[in-house]
């Protein structure tokens, strides 16, 4: 699709600016979840690891969408660093993306699929 947003997008992602919320403790986890999960806004959490090759490869492409989608939410969780998390998720592989709306998990990719993880994006904002 091209086009101004998705420009601005790459240069921010670029640029290393970044919509997206990276969360380091539980405690943070926890006042993010309760301060967003009760809302219909988007949330897309990305469960990743530092040593992952395919999260390091869809990592730009996280945080381009993350700066054109801005009634989104987007949260990037290292799995070692936090692994309460990732064990609340059922997290089994790196990277898992979970779409949420309004509490509930509206959506799951797991795996490196950067344009199925904008698609289902893209169709969670519409609805």
């Not at 970044?18 to 380091?24: G, K, L, M, Q």
């Not at 492409?61 to 054109?68: D, E, G, N, S």
């Not at 998390?85 to 979970?98: D, H, R």
Request: glycine share 8%.
């Amino acid at each position: 699709m091209g086009g101004f947003f998705s420009s601005q997008a790459a240069y921010a992602a670029e640029e290393g600016v970044s919509a997206v919320i990276a969360v380091h403790s539980v405690g943070e986890w926890t006042q993010n979840w309760e301060s967003h999960s009760q809302t219909s806004k988007l949330m897309v959490i990305d469960f990743s690891a530092s040593w992952c090759g395919p999260c390091r490869f869809v990592e730009p492409a996280f945080k381009a969408m993350a700066a054109q989608y801005s009634d989104a939410v987007f949260f990037k969780i290292d799995v070692d660093e936090i692994p309460e998390v990732s064990k609340q998720w059922k997290v089994q592989a790196m990277p898992t993306f979970v779409l949420v709306k309004g509490g509930q998990e509206v959506g799951r990719i797991v795996g490196a699929k950067k344009d199925e993880l904008e698609r289902r994006i893209q169709e969670q904002i519409s609805t």
